[in-house]
């Protein structure tokens, strides 16, 4: 069912805002064009295995991550 929107919205600021301190994370995040849009790097995993793997951003972009995991 996932949280509240603008709770989904504080947690994402945090997390960009420890980011731009200086510190590293590991997010795990169902929210792919959210994730996605703060990360430097992606993982896309199908049962437990890394089945794509590169720069966020260029993730974010290419149609056929966009197609298989974003619906768009």
């Known amino acids: 069912m996932g949280l509240a929107p603008l709770l989904v919205r504080e947690v994402f600021d945090l997390i960009q805002e420890m980011r731009s301190e200086g510190t590293t994370i590991l997010l795990v995040e169902q929210n792919a064009r959210?994730?996605?849009?703060?990360?430097?790097?992606?993982?896309?995993?199908?049962?437990?295995?890394?089945?794509?793997?590169?720069?966020?951003?260029?993730?974010?972009?290419?149609?056929?991550?966009?197609?298989?995991?974003?619906?768009?």
Not at 39 to 60: C, F, N, P, Q
């Open 34 to 72: 959210m994730a996605l849009s703060i990360a430097d790097r992606a993982y896309v995993l199908e049962t437990g295995k890394i089945v794509h793997e590169g720069i966020a951003s260029e993730m974010l972009h290419d149609e056929r991550i966009r197609e298989a995991y974003l619906g768009s």
